[in-house]
């Protein structure tokens, strides 16, 4: 979500005091789904990991700390600390001792824009994932509930598979997929085909990145938000002021074809700000003036490229993902994962798409973040 500088230092003095759960995937339903769901593969497939097999039993005061990477998993995502033992929280599920080590305002750290470096867009001086995630990996090698501390870790993992996490996007109203997650994600089968690490899986350098093809935990959280910034960030070129359907050929106008109410360009008059629309998603702002919260914008420090926050054509809410709605776009990328870029022949890299994109991310996003956790609950372990 993008704010108006002007009301900017306002609107964080809000939100940093409210005592709520927010921004990530569900707590309930798809952060310990993920988790449980790495840790069963490995369970099953490798007896060497049949030590975990206890590792949803949450009852802290009588139980090792071997079994409390779902619940490391699911705590690490409270504004406050204090709020894990509110009637909000669901204590004989997740446990109901808080753990200190987890910061108050853990939050703010589970962003990371990997193009740019930025935690959240609007939010200065902050540690992104990255950053955030190197203190973690110091408490799952010295404090005395190191698989708590590995649930944290796979927390992490988990949240760079959220577009809005990989994009920056601070999401304080809401986000459409991972609403539309918390209704959804047992409708999706996890095939997990192999745990991924970074020295088998990992991304080799490229225009935007160096080499991440090394076992490291810097390489793990990267690898998945640059699989994320690359399915969720599209190439639209250089957007031009002009009516009609005067934009540039790109992944984003195929995406969204003039002729079914794609990306064009309106102008807002005397008092309304000029925009480029795709009626489904919204409105991206030009100018200040009425019209500055936008539905989709170009990606900071990415020219020609653009991300998407609403996803399920509902501007006003969220009870599209609530139902189960959504933006279909005419094509989708072949290659799930792919950045594409002006040198592509477009007709090679995009295939007819009849899913919204809500499917299309969860389809890929859940498998990306499963087979991540696993491969990094072998490489802590190890």
Request: net charge negative.
């Amino acid at each position: 979500m993008k704010k108006a500088n002007i009301i900017i230092s306002f609107f964080w003095a809000i939100i940093l005091i409210l005592p709520t759960n927010v921004f990530s995937w569900d707590n309930n339903i798809t952060h310990p789904n993920i988790t449980n769901k790495a840790v069963d593969y490995l369970i099953s497939t490798d007896s060497s990991y049949s030590y975990l097999s206890d590792y949803s039993n949450f009852n802290i005061d009588t139980d090792s700390q071997l079994t409390f990477i779902d619940e490391g998993s699911v705590k690490e995502d409270s504004l406050l600390s204090s709020n894990w033992n509110t009637s909000d929280w669901d204590a004989d599920t997740w446990g109901n001792r808080q753990d200190t080590i987890v910061p108050s305002l853990s939050w703010l750290g589970h962003g990371y824009n990997p193009k740019n470096g930025q935690a959240w867009d609007g939010i200065a001086d902050n540690q992104n994932t990255l950053e955030y995630s190197r203190t973690i990996w110091d408490d799952i090698n010295n404090s005395s509930n190191r698989y708590f501390q590995i649930g944290r870790f796979c927390h992490l993992i988990e949240d760079m598979a959220v577009p809005a996490h990989a994009n920056a996007d601070i999401h304080t109203d809401g986000d459409d997929l991972e609403i539309y997650s918390k209704y959804y994600f047992n409708t999706y089968n996890i095939n997990i085909e192999i745990p991924r690490r970074p020295a088998s899986d990992g991304l080799p350098a490229d225009s935007n990145h160096e080499d991440l093809t090394e076992d490291s935990t810097d390489n793990f959280i990267q690898n998945v938000a640059w699989r994320t910034y690359y399915m969720t960030s599209y190439y639209g070129g250089t957007l031009i002021d002009e009516d009609g359907d005067s934009q540039p050929d790109s992944e984003l106008k195929r995406m969204f074809p003039y002729s079914d109410g794609g990306v064009h360009y309106d102008d807002g008059g005397w008092f309304v700000n000029d925009s480029y629309v795709i009626d489904d998603v919204g409105n991206n702002w030009i100018g200040w003036g009425i019209g500055i919260n936008p539905d989709w914008w170009e990606c900071p420090g990415d020219s020609d490229y653009y991300y998407l926050e609403n996803i399920d054509g509902d501007e006003s809410g969220t009870s599209g993902s609530v139902n189960g709605q959504g933006t279909t776009p005419a094509v989708f990328k072949i290659n799930k994962f792919t950045r594409i870029t002006s040198a592509d022949n477009l007709d090679d890299m995009l295939a007819t798409n009849n899913k919204i994109l809500a499917q299309i991310y969860c389809e890929s996003l859940y498998q990306l973040a499963t087979e991540w956790v696993s491969g990094f609950i072998i490489f802590a372990e190890e």
